[in-house]
């Protein structure tokens, strides 16, 4: 079926963008990608990507107005300070970024509908599910740029009547994500301790709880909130919870590694028994102290409204991503 609709991708390149392009191409979309300084690998007649300054209105400004789009996804956004003097020029970039991109589609495409990928960090830390009438109330750089963008997009909602949802987004993963997650550590290090090229995974604080979804389970839902009638706020996540040990735990066991686990208070190690070699170790230096110990979301209105499927268990998420770095 043809299709006239032109969508703008921005983080083309990162994990969630490169799977909305994708999605979008495959329903007859014209898209631009934007990205900070990498060409990505899609090649496709109606696929067009530019290197984007976000922080450079005047740029964004004249891509969205030559560009015309009828919607917009926005998934750029810098997640890791290399040190606490940059942690302000991370919340100074992801703002700029989005409020660059935003206001110029407000400004020279007033019709068109935006997608503004919020985050689970933005909550004020619980140890009770997630939904949203939970306190807003990050504790990291990261959550504070995000919870800024957040807010920031329900008033331009109300201000100029404009269509803009968030969709806040629990731990979703997929082989195109950034080798600096634990995740990716985990498997890796897993991988490489059963080729016997490392001897032990060293983490911080293993006794937390996470939410975690496969990426592309979320692009469709994502998608389908800027078909709908009213703009309206949602959570992505998987709602089922998964201690990081476990995680751990499935992640060897798939590789045929016993593990037989101890603690001392909330540090965790954990021994082949059959050699005695320590395999998995909490070190104290590398425990973060405002990370959240219970990240869990509501699916609910996803499930219901936005037709969220879940297709990926955990198990197969972990073997996808075993396949793809061994």
């Known amino acids: 079926m ?122 004020k830390p619980q140890d009770k599910i997630y939904d949203l009438s939970t306190e807003i109330l990050p504790s990291s750089p990261y959550g504070i740029s995000k919870k800024i963008c957040h807010q920031e997009a329900i008033t331009l909602r109300h201000k100029h009547e404009y269509f803009i949802v968030n969709g806040i987004l629990f731990n979703h993963e997929s082989v195109y994500r950034d080798n600096r997650f634990v995740t990716v550590k985990i498997i890796k290090a897993a991988i490489d301790i059963k080729a016997k090229r490392k001897n032990v995974l060293e983490l911080g604080n293993i006794n937390v709880t996470r939410d975690w979804s496969h990426a592309k389970d979320f692009i469709p839902a994502i998608y389908q909130s800027l078909q709908k009638k009213e703009p309206t706020d949602f959570i992505l996540s998987s709602g089922q919870p998964t201690s990081l040990k476990d995680f751990i735990h499935l992640v060897f066991h798939k590789l045929g590694i016993k593990l037989e686990w101890h603690h001392d208070g909330n540090q965790f190690s954990a021994k082949d028994p059959a050699s005695g070699i320590t395999r998995v170790l909490s070190t104290e230096s590398l425990i973060r102290k405002t990370d959240y110990t219970y990240l869990v979301g509501d699916n609910t209105y996803a499930r219901q409204e936005l037709n969220l499927k879940l297709t990926y268990s955990l198990e197969d998420i972990i073997s996808e991503l075993i396949r793809h770095y061994s």
Do not use: W
């Open 2 to 123: 043809l299709n006239n609709k032109r969508a703008i991708v921005s983080g083309a390149t990162g994990q969630d963008g490169r799977l909305m392009v994708d999605y979008l191409l495959e329903n007859s979309y014209t898209v631009l990608g934007l990205s900070r300084n990498l060409n990505p690998k899609q090649i496709h007649p109606n696929f067009h990507h530019t290197v984007c300054d976000y922080k450079n209105k005047k740029q964004v400004f004249d891509l969205v107005s030559k560009f015309k789009p009828d919607e917009i996804y926005h998934f750029a956004a810098n997640s890791f300070p290399g040190d606490s003097s940059s942690e302000n020029l991370l919340i100074e970039d992801n703002v700029s970024s989005f409020l660059n991109l935003v206001t110029a589609s407000i400004e020279s495409a007033p019709h068109s509908r935006f997608f503004n990928a919020s985050s689970a960090y933005i909550f």
